[in-house]
C-alpha cells in the first residue's frame, strides 16, 4: 500500500488528498497543526487550521485565504479523510489525523501530554503510523510538577517584589506566556506585557480565553508606576535594551532547557524555570505508546537517539529532516516585526 | 545535607558575586563546623579521592533507571556533567532522610573499603534517598571536580566576613597540604598560628595580558623578562626541607626530583617565584620537551636526561626566612641575584635575565623574536611593585607575542556540551590540499554567544550528513585561527598538531577557495615546529 503521508522538501505531503502538514515552502493546500512561526508559514494558497488557532495564524499571516475545522470533525480531500485533535502543546494546537484506505497516519505537529490549563488537553489518536517531534527526546528531561512550578514562580516574585526588584519573566510570546499567566498568583502585583506577548494576549481574550489583567509596556511606561511588578518579555526583548527600563530587576527563564544547569548558566538570567509547551521524556514515551502506531518517524529534536531508543523497543522508527525547530532558547517565534 | 544543598542552589541561581559571597557566609555563620571544614576543602580543590570509577557509576545509574549504556552516554554528551546526568536520569526518591555533608562524605570513604556489590548497594541507596540536588552534589563528590561557580577566592572572601578575619591571612592560612581529616575547623581557622606549616607557598601574583602600552607611561621605571613557557612553581626551602608549588596549589617536589638539591645551596628561610623550564646547554628547550613530564608523578631515568630542568628564577618572596613580598621588585630582584650568584652554576637554577631596553620602540622589536627563544614575549613589572596576590591588573603584565594565525574552513561542527548544550560550538578546521580539505585541528572559543547562534542556526540547515553528534557542514566559512605553537604530529592526518588553537574572526569576506593550503601549513611548521 502506498504511503498515506510523504516527505518532501517542501513538507509533509499526502498523494491522495494533495495537501501539505506545515509546509515550509509555498504550497496550493496546506493543513496546519498550530500557530508557531516554524509550523505556520506565510505564502500558502489556502490554510485549514482549528477554529480555536485560527485567530492566531490570522494576526500573524494577515490576509490569507483560511478555512477552520473543529476538533473531531472529518473533512474529505480527495481520497483522503482529515481530522484534527488535541495536541495540548498550545491554545488551538492540533494532531492531524490523516485516514487513506483504512490505513491512519497521524502528524502531531508540537505537543505535550500534561494539561496546562489552558490549551485543550492532549488526546491520543489510534494510528498505524505517528509523525513525532523528539525536541526533548532524552531521559534527562523530566517536567517539573504544575503545583511545585507555581510555587516557585510566586515566591521568586512575591520575594522580589518585597525587596523592591522587578520581576522580568521570559517566554513564548504565543502559549507560553499565556500558560505562564494562568498559573500565576496575579494578586501578588502588576502584570506588564512586551507588546509581542500583549497582542497575541488580545487575540485569545477575543475568542474567549481567560487571563488575568495585564497592561501593556509602551515607551512611556514608568516603573516606579508600577511596583512589585512582574514583566512578560519575549527571549529576545529581554535580552536587549528593551529591558533596561525596569531599574532594579531578577530575571528568569521559563523554558524546557532549564532542565539542564549548563543552559540555565549560559542564560546568565537569576533564575530559571522547567516548563515547556513539547513533552518530556516520559511524555513522548507515553504519547507514542497510547498512539498503538508500529511506525514512527521522529521529526525535530534528539531524532537520532530518539530513533535507536524506538527501534530498540521494538518500534518500526525512522529520521525524518524537517524545518521544525522545536523550543528555541534563543529566537523569538515572532514571523512579523512586532512594535514594542 | 539539605543546608548544603540550598547553599549550593542559592549560589548557583544567581550570576552576581555579592550575592554568593552572602550565601556563603551566610552558610559559614550557621553550619556544623565538620561541614564547614568540608566545604572550604571542596571549594579549594581538596575534593576527597575518586574511590569509584565513572564508569562504574554509568553502568548502576543506567540501570536503576531502566535505561541502555548508550542511551545514558548520549545523554551525558548533552548534559556535559556526569554527577548532573546521573542526578537527572534516576528515578525520583521515594523516602528522603536529611543527613549532613560529613556523614555523606564519611558515607563514600566507608563504601570504598567494600567489595564491588556492597559499594553498588550502598550508592543505589543513596541515591534512592536523596532529591534531585542533594543527589546532584552527592554524585559529584563521587566523581570529583566539584567546580560549581566558586572560585577559592570568592569562597575565602566569604570565610572572611563571617569570622571577622583578613582575606589574606585566611588565604594563606588555607594554603598547604591540610585536608579535612587532618585538621579541625578550630585549628585551621581559628587558630592564630598560620606559620605552623613549613611547606606553606604563599599566594601566587598573576598578570593579566596587556592592554595598552601607552598607558605604562615612562619605560625606565618597568623591567622586562622573557615569558618563560614552563610550568610556574613556587619552591621552599625551610628547616631543611623543600618544597615546589604550582600556580594551581598542587604539590610538585616529587615531579622533578632534581631541583631537591636546591635545597642544599639555598638558606633556609628562602622562597623563590619561578618557572620550572626544560633547560639543556644554556637554552629553554619547547614546551613540547616539558609536556612529557607533566602529569607524570615519577620519573624515569630516561626522561630526566631527555628533557632536564631548571627553576628559571623570577622573584624572591621569602629571604632569611623574612617576608620581603612588600618590598619593591627592584629591591627583591637584587636579592635574588645575590643569591643565585652564591649557586654554582650545576645546580638546576637561574636568574631570570633581565631584558635591556631603552625605550618601548626597541623593546616591541625585540619581542618580534621571542618564538625564536622559546618564549611567550615579556612580562613587564613596575619596578617599584610589591608580590600582590591573584590576578592583579596595573604593576605588572603580559606581553605576549601575537598568535600564528592560518584561515581555515569549517567542515564539520557538534554541539558543545553543560552551557552550550544547544550550540553548535565545536568545530573541524580544513585547509586545501589540491582540490581536497584536509583537517587539521578543532577549535571551540573565540567567538561571541552571537556568533555561536548565527553559525548553529546555518548548521542545522546545511548539513550533508550526520555521524553520531558530528554533522558534515557545506564547506563555506572561513575563519581565521589563532595558535600559540604547531609540532609533526603522526596522530593527526595532517601531521601537524596545533598549541591553543581558536577562532580569532569569522572571515566573512573571503570565499572558501581563498583559505590557506597545507603547504602553507607546512610552511609554519618549518620555521616554528
Request: hydrophobic residues 40%.
Amino acid at each position: 500500500m502506498a504511503d498515506v503521508l510523504t516527505f518532501t522538501d517542501r513538507g509533509i505531503y499526502c498523494p491522495a488528498g494533495d495537501f501539505y502538514i506545515d509546509p515550509w515552502r509555498p504550497v496550493d493546500r496546506a493543513l496546519i497543526t498550530h500557530g508557531h512561526a516554524d509550523h505556520s508559514r506565510w505564502g500558502m494558497r489556502s490554510y485549514l487550521a482549528t477554529e480555536a488557532a485560527a485567530p492566531v495564524i490570522r494576526h500573524r499571516l494577515g490576509d490569507i485565504t483560511l478555512d477552520t475545522i473543529a476538533y473531531g470533525k472529518t473533512r474529505r480531500i480527495g481520497s483522503a479523510t482529515v481530522s484534527f485533535h488535541p495536541a495540548g502543546h498550545v491554545p488551538g494546537s492540533a494532531q492531524i489525523r490523516v485516514e487513506v484506505g483504512g490505513e491512519v497516519w497521524v502528524a502531531s505537529g508540537d505537543y505535550k501530554t500534561t494539561a496546562d490549563g489552558l490549551s485543550e488537553p492532549f488526546e491520543p489518536v489510534r494510528c498505524h503510523a505517528f509523525i513525532t517531534e523528539c525536541t526533548f527526546g532524552l531521559p534527562v528531561f523530566k517536567w517539573t510538577a504544575e503545583e511545585t512550578l507555581k510555587a516557585q514562580m510566586n515566591s521568586w516574585w512575591a520575594a522580589n517584589a518585597a525587596e523592591g526588584r522587578t520581576s522580568i519573566l521570559g517566554a513564548y510570546a504565543l502559549g507560553k506566556a499565556q500558560r505562564l499567566l494562568t498559573s500565576i498568583d496575579a494578586s501578588i502585583g502588576p502584570i506588564l506585557t512586551h507588546g509581542a506577548v500583549e497582542n497575541t494576549n488580545a487575540v485569545l481574550r477575543a475568542q474567549g480565553i481567560t487571563l488575568p489583567d495585564t497592561i501593556r509596556v509602551t515607551p512611556e511606561t514608568k516603573i516606579a508606576d508600577h511596583p512589585g511588578a512582574l514583566v512578560l518579555a519575549t527571549p529576545s526583548a529581554m535580552r536587549g535594551p528593551w529591558a533596561r527600563r525596569f531599574g532594579t530587576s531578577s530575571s528568569a527563564f521559563a523554558s524546557g532547557w532549564m532542565a539542564l544547569r549548563g543552559v540555565r548558566r549560559r542564560r546568565a538570567g537569576d533564575r530559571g524555570f522547567v516548563v515547556s509547551d513539547h513533552a518530556d521524556w516520559a511524555g513522548l514515551n507515553a504519547a507514542i505508546r497510547e498512539t498503538g502506531a508500529t511506525k514512527i518517524f521522529a521529526t525535530h529534536g534528539y531524532t537520532s537517539s530518539f530513533q535507536r531508543w524506538l527501534a530498540a523497543e521494538g518500534y518500526d522508527a525512522h529520521i525524518v529532516s524537517t524545518e521544525y525547530e522545536g523550543e528555541s532558547l534563543d529566537d523569538s517565534d515572532e514571523p512579523l516585526a512586532e512594535d514594542a | 545535607m539539605k543546608d548544603f544543598a540550598a547553599l549550593f542552589t542559592r549560589v548557583d541561581e544567581t550570576t552576581k558575586t555579592t550575592v554568593k559571597v552572602a550565601a556563603l557566609a551566610d552558610y559559614f555563620r550557621t553550619a556544623p563546623d565538620d561541614d564547614k571544614l568540608w566545604t572550604i576543602a571542596l571549594f579549594s580543590g581538596r575534593r576527597p579521592k575518586r574511590l569509584i570509577t565513572a564508569s562504574r557509576l554509568r553502568e548502576w545509574a543506567a540501570e536503576r533507571a531502566g535505561l541502555p549504556l548508550w542511551l545514558f552516554e548520549e545523554s551525558y554528551s548533552i548534559v556535559g556533567d556526569l554527577a548532573e546526568t546521573i542526578a537527572l536520569i534516576l528515578p525520583d526518591p521515594a523516602t528522603t532522610t536529611d543527613r549532613s555533608l560529613t556523614h555523606w562524605i564519611e558515607e563514600i570513604a566507608r563504601l570504598s573499603t567494600l567489595d564491588d556489590a556492597a559499594r553498588k548497594a550502598g550508592i543505589l541507596a543513596a541515591w534512592d534517598s536523596l532529591p534531585t540536588t542533594q543527589r546532584f552534589l552527592f554524585t559529584k563528590l563521587l566523581t570529583g571536580g566539584f567546580r560549581i561557580g566558586v572560585s577559592q577566592k570568592l569562597m575565602t572572601r566569604a570565610l572572611a566576613q563571617a569570622t571577622e578575619q583578613d582575606e589574606a591571612e585566611l588565604t594563606h592560612k588555607l594554603m598547604g597540604n591540610w585536608t579535612p581529616q587532618t585538621t579541625t575547623w578550630a585549628s585551621l581557622i581559628e587558630a592564630h598560628d598560620p606559620a605552623a606549616d613549613l611547606s606553606r607557598p604563599y599566594p601566587f601574583y598573576l598578570a593579566y595580558g596587556l592592554e595598552d602600552l601607552n598607558a605604562l607611561g615612562p619605560a625606565t621605571d618597568w623591567s622586562a623578562e622573557w615569558k618563560w613557557d614552563g610550568i610556574r612553581g613556587q619552591f621552599i626551602a625551610r628547616a631543611g626541607d623543600h618544597h615546589l608549588w604550582s600556580r594551581g596549589e598542587d604539590l610538585m617536589t616529587d615531579r622533578f626530583p632534581e631541583l631537591a638539591q636546591l635545597k642544599d645551596f639555598l638558606p633556609d628561610g628562602t622562597v623563590i617565584d619561578g618557572e620550572v623550564l626544560a633547560f639543556r646547554d644554556e637554552t629553554p628547550l619547547s614546551f613540547n620537551a616539558l609536556q612529557s613530564r607533566i602529569g607524570r608523578k615519577t620519573v624515569p631515568k630516561k626522561l630526566l636526561t631527555e628533557a632536564p630542568v631548571v627553576l628559571m628564577a623570577y622573584d624572591l618572596l621569602e629571604d632569611e626566612g623574612r617576608d620581603i613580598r612588600q618590598a619593591p621588585f627592584a629591591d627583591r630582584r637584587a636579592r635574588l641575584k645575590d643569591l643565585i650568584a652564591g649557586v654554582p652554576d650545576e645546580a638546576p637554577l637561574r636568574l631570570s635575565p633581565s631584558v635591556d631596553f631603552t625605550g618601548w620602540d626597541t623593546l616591541a622589536e625585540l619581542r618580534e623574536t621571542s618564538r625564536d627563544r622559546n618564549a611567550e614575549g615579556f612580562m613587564l613589572k613596575r619596578l617599584d611593585s610589591p608580590y600582590l596576590s591573584g590576578r592583579k591588573k596595573g604593576d605588572w603584565w603580559k606581553w605576549k607575542v601575537d598568535p600564528l594565525t592560518i584561515d581555515a574552513v569549517m567542515i564539520y561542527a557538534q554541539a558543545g556540551s553543560g552551557r552550550r548544550a544547544n550550540l553548535f560550538t565545536d568545530y573541524t578546521f580544513a585547509v586545501w590540499k589540491g582540490d581536497d580539505l584536509v583537517p587539521f585541528t578543532k577549535a571551540y572559543s573565540g567567538l561571541t554567544d552571537a556568533e555561536f547562534r548565527k553559525v548553529t542556526a546555518w548548521v542545522r540547515k546545511n548539513t550533508l550528513q550526520k555521524f553520531g553528534p558530528v554533522r558534515q557542514v557545506k564547506p563555506v566559512h572561513v575563519f581565521e585561527l589563532g595558535f600559540e605553537g604547531i609540532q609533526p604530529s603522526p596522530r593527526h592526518k595532517s601531521g601537524v598538531a596545533l598549541r591553543f588553537p581558536r577562532m580569532l574572526r569569522w572571515r566573512h569576506d573571503k570565499p572558501p577557495s581563498e583559505a590557506n593550503t597545507l603547504d602553507d601549513l607546512n610552511a609554519l611548521l618549518d620555521q616554528y615546529g
